[in-house]
């Protein structure tokens, strides 16, 4: 038995979604494997909240038989790869439960309950309340439009002609950090914070909205990258590198966007281009730029159980 739960990739709204706007997250065919494992076998305990939230919410006993995470496919031998394995694993923990009950992970109202279990484990593993959409995006698979307090993402349409490609860095990034530090210098200083959060969460809007128009949205992209790297700056946190500029002024040459999928500094890379790039050519745009070029597809399944 073997619970399979994609990752994501933030394609816009990042913090700015914190605060209301929405973030559109794709589903990426990298899988957590959420196994059942021998009796006395030592849960994760990130897997171990999930279970015993979700043994709760469903009345029962708490017989915590255990179960493991493989989250091998997020990451190489550079270290992460920024995919939200954590949040990934908090849905397989909550799904495994559900399974057992022998209720079906396919049913949307079953779905939606696991979203919301599985949001509630991994804030307490953060430390703090994200946006879930990376958990959004771990259910129910696909290009989605997500906002923080909506009851169900959307799906999201990408403008026709719209060639999207990820990069990754060599840097980690803690978004749990990252956020910490945005809340704590709003709290101190908002005067440094909110001019570029308010322009981001406007983008976002516009962003969410230029679906049909490919060139609009290519513009609002770059605004919204713009408002990003100034945010950034006001929290002493940078949100591109010296290599990710780089690869950043070879993607503008080309008419397209190259922003952070994420909270930025490190991990992973996202480029918006207006006309398809042979995966060649972007490998080796990537490469001279110092970086390395990353292969990942959209999972348009969401949480399933092999088999069934």
Not at 66 to 79: K, L
Not at 208 to 235: H, I, N, Q, V
Request: aromatic fraction near 6%; charge should be neutral; proline fraction near 7%.
């Amino acid at each position: 038995m073997t619970i399979r739960v994609p990752g994501k990739a933030f394609l816009f709204g990042e913090y700015a979604v914190l605060f209301g706007a929405p973030a559109a997250v794709m589903a990426i065919r990298r899988h957590v494997r959420v196994t059942p494992a021998p009796a006395g076998t030592r849960m994760a305990p990130l897997v171990l909240a999930g279970r015993r939230q979700a043994l709760a919410f469903l009345g029962r006993s708490e017989d915590l038989a255990p179960w493991v995470a493989d989250s091998s496919g997020f990451e190489d031998a550079r270290g992460k790869l920024g995919l939200g394995s954590s949040s990934a694993v908090a849905v397989g923990a909550v799904a495994s439960v559900f399974v057992e009950a022998g209720l079906d992970l396919r049913d949307p109202a079953i779905r939606r309950q696991i979203r919301t279990l599985a949001r509630a484990v991994h804030d307490r593993h953060q430390g703090q309340p994200g946006s879930g959409a990376d958990v959004s995006a771990a259910v129910h698979g696909g290009r989605l439009i997500h906002r923080r307090d909506a009851p169900e993402p959307l799906p999201w349409t990408p403008p026709q002609g719209l060639e999207v490609r990820f990069a990754r860095c060599d840097r980690p990034a803690s978004t749990a950090d990252r956020i910490e530090v945005l809340h704590r210098v709003r709290a101190q200083a908002p005067d440094r914070v909110n001019g570029p959060l308010d322009r981001a969460r406007d983008l976002a809007e516009a962003l969410a909205r230029e679906s049909r128009d490919l060139g609009a949205f290519l513009r609002s992209a770059e605004d919204f990258t713009g408002a990003l790297m100034d945010l950034g700056t006001a929290l002493d946190q940078p949100m591109l590198g010296l290599p990710d500029a780089r690869l950043r002024e070879a993607v503008q040459r080309r008419g397209g966007v190259l922003k952070p999928s994420g909270a930025g500094g490190g991990d992973l890379l996202v480029a918006f281009l207006p006309a398809p790039v042979a995966p060649l050519e972007w490998r080796r745009l990537v490469w001279e730029s110092g970086l390395q070029p990353l292969d990942l597809s959209l999972d348009e399944t969401g949480v399933f159980l092999e088999g069934a």
